[in-house]
């Protein structure tokens, strides 16, 4: 079935350091979505990517989807202490379930 | 706003027991999912369902079974509770052809 890989699986910054994590999946999606879960929260939805070679952005956050439509990158620019979480992809193959990534784990330093 | 409530956050079983764990949604949804959530797992999902009465596997459906008798509500059923099943759960809803799941608040199960 289809895999999504996520890395990395966790990662530490001092407030006001960029943060990426990367997503791969193991076949071409139709769309993909970020999820971002804080601390003793469940996901909430951020975003979708549906073209190849998409970019979005929502403030401080930037969003791609790679030309071939199998991989994923979300860059956040000078984290803040509100980042801290964890940030999931998930790929839709186009039955309207979604295959989610590990995740990655976000600590921000004061 | 969307609103999908499950019936517990926090819930103890002992081995063996059946165990029933609720998820109902208010935005008229077709389809809806159970995940489970295990650290460095991340979401693995269990089954899903796109219409009332209809169900289908996810990746990890061994030792879980699922009831959508109306819309709104999709339960998840462990038929004999045991400790590898201690784990968070997730309930969601999507719309048909829509952009985002929609996640309850988890529910936390411990079988001991």
């Known amino acids: 079935g289809q895999q999504v890989m996520q890395i990395p699986q966790y990662q530490h910054v001092q407030e006001g350091e960029d943060f990426t994590t990367y997503c791969n999946s193991s076949?071409?999606?139709?769309?993909i979505q970020w999820y971002k879960q804080r601390p003793g929260g469940h996901p909430v939805f951020l975003i979708q990517l549906v073209k190849s070679g998409e970019v979005k952005k929502q403030k401080r956050l930037t969003f791609q989807f790679g030309e071939a439509k199998k991989n994923s990158s979300l860059h956040i620019t000078a984290t803040q202490t509100t980042d801290v979480g964890t940030y999931f992809c998930a790929g839709d193959s186009g039955y309207s379930t979604l295959t989610f990534g590990k995740g990655t784990m976000l600590l921000v330093s004061p | 706003d969307v609103k999908v409530t499950q019936s517990s956050r926090y819930l103890v079983k002992r081995t063996g027991e059946k165990v029933f764990l609720e998820c109902v949604q208010d935005m008229d949804h077709e389809n809806m999912f159970w995940y489970r959530q295990d650290p460095g797992l991340g979401l693995r999902l269990i089954y899903f369902?796109?219409?009332?009465?209809?169900?289908e596997k996810g990746d990890i459906p061994e030792g879980y079974s699922v009831s959508r008798e109306k819309k709104e509500r999709f339960s998840l059923i462990l038929e004999s509770a045991s400790t590898n099943q201690t784990s968070m759960y997730l309930c969601?809803?999507?719309?048909?052809?829509?952009?985002?799941?929609?996640f309850g608040q988890g529910t936390r199960l411990t079988v001991v």
């Open positions: 369902s796109y219409d009332v009465k209809m169900k």
């Open positions: 076949t071409t999606l139709s769309n």
């Open positions: 969601a809803s999507k719309r048909q052809g829509g952009t985002e799941a929609f």
